[in-house]
């Protein structure tokens, strides 16, 4: 089912953006690019219900990210949305492994602080 499919009636549509692969980096003014990370697309929403983490399949991720929900419910806005990839990283900051997609907690595969 597609995020499209969950979303209540009457509260608009609003797709992730998804990255694509490339041969070469986009070259010009104008242009953004992102390295592609093994994650889970991420929108992470923050609203008067409180934050939320919503896949790009309409998956509530919340409970899986707690981190990124205090960071989120950290900013100094009442009502906004963040889309990006959520990733692990080792401690100099690169990412590494695979995040787990089982319905249990993401377990990587590198040493990374407990919370």
Known sequence: MSLRERTRPGLGIIEPCLPSPAKARPSGPGWLHEIKHDGFRIM????????????RNGNDFTNRFPIIVAA?????????????????TNGDGLACSTLSATSDMAMP????PSI
């Open 72 to 88: 989120v419910t950290a900013l100094p806005a009442r009502s906004f949305l963040i889309d990006g990839e959520a990733i692990v």
């Open 44 to 55: 992470a929403r923050r609203d008067k219900a409180g934050a939320r983490l919503i896949t």
């Open 109 to 112: 595969r590198c040493s990374v």
